[in-house]
């Protein structure tokens, strides 16, 4: 790392060069480009609900997850008295959208698309999958719908998909991903202005901004290689804000410490680099392993998500080793005014907490771990899927019309229709099909279209509405019973819908994740025995990172499935799961973010141990040094989520939350609480490398020192392991 440090130093106008010209090509093409290419990509390769769905698309070209719900209702008569006007109005929809296609009485004759007093009708209109994030097809149907005005009729709209746009008044724009950074920008750099107390605080935020455009101008040409999921956007650019500013404050707050000791400013960017700077190359490599979870996985759309995130941690990484250290060199000095705060001492306040933890180290140990087990007491309740309808929204038109149909006897699982591909050419029978989904428990009632638009290329379909809705993992039973009850009959070629692919998508990502999580632990193990040369303070990392997950999805848990807060911070009903695909992808975040702070801990606590051999001092020393940067940039991070979390949709709004709570608890009663109580409990164990491993691992082996004191002083011959001297 000093050696690197030189280098960069050496070459610092070709390194203020080359991101220059990445950040001018990210501010003035890549950015815009790139959320244009994104693409809505839930794929579910080999799996039959996901093939299913995919030979329907391709034979009818409709999507058949979701569905747009007209709804007609007579102001005057009733349906039967206008019957002419609604199948105009029903035949129309096509002309709205090109392959869009419609379920309603007239081609199913089934009694249930009537209200009992026969004064409502609706139907079903199924249309093509969205191909980008900025794509909205639903949109033109409902457009044109409400610009049909006919006496005595009135026409409105719903379904799942309607009321996932929640109350947005812009129909074709969701979240600004830009509008949220500047949010979460301007509170990241309210937090580095008391940390800083000086024009410092302008350089962590700068490095944030070229590190979120270097990202997207790498992510540019993978669009064009790959297929991206849009959730990679809010990624780059929240969690890329926080993790450039985490490191850069890291890395600037050291040099900082040594200037204050009295080096030039290019030595103390050398030994900043040297120290803070090994810290934030092995957090960078963490964070990006952490996300190997999601590159390993068999769903495009989430392995997207892995590379595009894996981007955030190495770029931001190579951005703070690089462009960082020249500035620091050459207007860090000038930059740092006034300098009203200093680093040459550790701080009080949290040397006196950590003094205060190691003096009561059984009791602090307890209280954190009373703390962690009441969070994580709900995961065992965690459902996974999509969030219920009731959640969906409070307010609106398509509100309005649903609790009208939920009124006139709709069930749920209207919204969550399953579809069946009858091969008809090669002895399939709709009837025999309907006939037996029709017995099944659970189901409430099944349609068969008898039109052209749904008999094609020797095909038919049947619809099975189910009675509940099924969106998790918890309520796919009566899918996975249609599903046996139709699969022996001639001509069946599968089942689709919302319940089939919840059903391929547990088995596609969680049967898979537990040996993909038991890769990722012996990695992280390899990485952090070497990074600490230690073996108990690895293991205890990996545990402490795994405990961490597991209260903050109990946390998630509690607060959107159970809806304990929800309703009151964002007017939410409990959504009764976790959207199928924010579990894993908080995890592989969490997971290297949680080990970040574990690494600026335990690295100048090392560091501090190998100066006087005394674990408590150097445990207090290393806290006291680092406790103000970690719950900062903690704080940064969770003020970048807080900004995701205002955003309309839901899904989005349970990932950002469960990151920043996630991050917030990591911080607090992880890494301030919990971690100094165990490393003072674990004494001398803590610094123990056998030879052999060390071998094995290629670095030095660690025993127990004499402790010296604070840099010289007394010896005192340390209780260790047994032939650990």
């Known amino acids: 790392m000093e050696r690197f440090a030189r280098w960069v130093l050496r070459h610092r106008r070709s390194v203020v060069a080359f991101w220059v010209l990445v950040f001018l090509f990210g501010a003035g093409y890549a950015a815009g480009h790139t959320s244009k290419r994104l693409k809505v990509d839930f794929a579910l390769p080999g799996q039959p609900g996901y093939e299913t769905q995919k030979q329907i698309a391709d034979i009818y070209g409709t999507e058949q997850t979701a569905s747009l719900i007209p709804v007609i209702h007579a102001t005057s008569g009733t349906i039967a008295d206008h019957?002419?006007?609604?199948?105009?109005?029903?035949?129309?929809?096509?002309?709205?959208?090109?392959?869009?296609?419609?379920?309603?009485?007239?081609?199913?004759?089934?009694?249930?698309?009537?209200?009992?007093?026969?004064?409502?009708?609706?139907?079903?209109?199924?249309?093509?999958?969205?191909?980008?994030?900025?794509?909205?097809?639903?949109?033109?149907?409902?457009?044109?719908?409400?610009?049909?005005q006919v006496p005595g009729l009135q026409v409105s709209a719903t379904g799942r998909d309607l009321l996932e746009q929640g109350n947005q008044k812009n129909d074709n724009k969701s979240t600004s991903v830009l509008g949220e950074t500047l949010l979460g920008g301007l509170g990241a750099l309210i937090v580095l202005v008391f940390v800083f107390a000086s024009f410092l605080a302008l350089l962590p935020m700068l490095i944030a901004a070229v590190s979120i455009l270097g990202c997207f101008a790498i992510l540019l040409p993978l669009t064009y290689i790959t297929s991206v999921s849009f959730v990679v956007q809010f990624l780059v650019a929240l969690i890329g804000l926080g993790?450039?500013?985490?490191?850069?404050?890291?890395?600037?707050?050291?040099?900082?410490?040594?200037?204050?000791?009295?080096?030039?400013?290019?030595?103390?960017?050398?030994?900043?680099?040297?120290?803070?700077?090994?810290?934030?190359?092995f957090s960078g490599v963490t964070v990006a392993i952490g996300l190997l979870?999601?590159?390993?996985?068999?769903?495009?759309?989430?392995?997207?998500?892995?590379?595009?995130?894996?981007?955030?941690?190495?770029?931001?990484?190579?951005?703070?080793?690089?462009?960082?250290?020249?500035?620091?060199?050459?207007?860090?000095?000038?930059?740092?005014?006034?300098?009203?705060?200093?680093?040459?001492?550790?701080?009080?306040a949290w040397s006196r907490w950590t003094k205060g933890i190691v003096k009561y180290r059984w009791g602090a140990a307890g209280l954190a771990l009373a703390i962690l087990a009441l969070l994580i007491a709900p995961v065992f309740g965690l459902h996974y899927g999509s969030p219920s309808v009731r959640s969906l929204a409070n307010k609106g038109p398509a509100f309005t019309t649903y609790q009208q149909l939920q009124r006139d006897g709709l069930p749920t699982g209207a919204l969550t229709p399953m579809?069946?591909?009858?091969?008809?050419?090669?002895?399939?029978?709709?009837?025999?099909?309907?006939?037996?989904?029709?017995?099944?428990?659970?189901?409430?009632?099944?349609?068969?279209?008898?039109?052209?638009?749904?008999?094609?290329?020797?095909?038919?379909?049947?619809?099975?509405?189910?009675?509940?809705?099924?969106?998790?993992?918890?309520?796919?039973?009566?899918?996975?019973?249609?599903?046996?009850?139709?699969?022996?009959?001639?001509?069946?070629?599968?089942?689709?819908?919302?319940?089939?692919?919840?059903?391929?998508?547990?088995?596609?990502?969680?049967?898979?994740?537990?040996?993909?999580?038991?890769?990722?632990?012996?990695?992280?193990?390899?990485?952090?025995?070497?990074?600490?040369?230690?073996?108990?303070?690895?293991?205890?990392?990996?545990?402490?990172?795994?405990?961490?997950?597991?209260?903050?999805?109990?946390?998630?848990?509690f607060f959107w499935q159970h809806g304990h807060g929800s309703k009151a911070l964002f007017d939410v009903s409990p959504?009764?799961?976790?959207?199928?695909?924010?579990?894993?992808?908080v995890f592989a975040f969490l997971y290297g973010l949680s080990m970040d702070y574990e690494v600026f801990i335990l690295a100048r606590t090392r560091e501090e141990y190998d100066a006087t051999g005394d674990t408590d001092e150097a445990i207090i020393e290393g806290l006291g040094r680092t406790g103000r940067l970690v719950t900062s940039a903690a704080l940064i991070l969770f003020l970048a989520f807080a900004s995701l979390a205002s955003g309309p949709q839901v899904d989005i709004k349970v990932l950002a939350t469960g990151l920043g709570a996630g991050i917030l608890l990591d911080a607090t009663v992880i890494r301030a609480l919990l971690v100094p109580a165990l490393v003072s409990l674990f004494g001398s164990w803590n610094w123990y490398l056998p030879d052999r491993l060390a071998k094995v691992l290629r670095v030095q082996p660690s025993h127990a020192q004499a402790v010296r004191g604070r840099r010289e002083g007394r010896v005192v011959e340390p209780a260790g392991p047994a032939g650990t001297r």
């Open 293 to 348: 979870a999601l590159v390993v996985l068999p769903v495009p759309g989430i392995r997207s998500m892995g590379f595009g995130g894996m981007l955030v941690p190495l770029v931001s990484t190579l951005a703070t080793l690089t462009l960082l250290p020249v500035i620091l060199a050459t207007i860090g000095p000038w930059v740092d005014r006034p300098r009203i705060r200093h680093e040459d001492t550790a701080s009080r």
């Open 419 to 557: 579809t069946v591909l009858v091969d008809t050419a090669h002895g399939g029978s709709t009837a025999t099909v309907a006939k037996a989904a029709a017995t099944v428990e659970g189901v409430d009632h099944v349609a068969v279209p008898d039109d052209a638009q749904w008999q094609k290329d020797g095909t038919a379909v049947v619809l099975v509405f189910p009675h509940d809705e099924t969106v998790t993992n918890a309520s796919s039973g009566v899918v996975k019973r249609v599903q046996s009850a139709v699969k022996p009959l001639t001509g069946v070629v599968g089942v689709a819908g919302l319940g089939a692919i919840q059903t391929d998508y547990a088995k596609a990502v969680y049967d898979h994740f537990p040996l993909v999580l038991l890769v990722l632990v012996i990695i992280t193990f390899v990485l952090l025995t070497r990074a600490f040369r230690s073996v108990l303070l690895s293991i205890k990392a990996v545990i402490l990172n795994l405990i961490s997950l597991a209260a903050t999805f109990g946390l998630m848990t």
């Open 243 to 281: 993790v450039a500013i985490d490191y850069s404050l890291l890395l600037v707050t050291r040099w900082r410490e040594e200037r204050d000791h009295g080096r030039d400013r290019e030595e103390s960017v050398v030994v900043a680099v040297e120290t803070a700077g090994h810290a934030v190359l």
């Open 575 to 585: 959504t009764g799961a976790i959207t199928f695909w924010v579990p894993v992808l």
């Open 83 to 148: 019957q002419a006007d609604v199948d105009r109005i029903f035949s129309a929809i096509p002309s709205y959208l090109d392959g869009a296609r419609v379920v309603d009485y007239a081609n199913t004759h089934d009694p249930a698309l009537l209200t009992d007093h026969g004064t409502t009708t609706y139907a079903y209109v199924f249309y093509p999958l969205p191909k980008t994030f900025a794509d909205n097809p639903m949109n033109k149907i409902r457009d044109g719908l409400k610009k049909v």
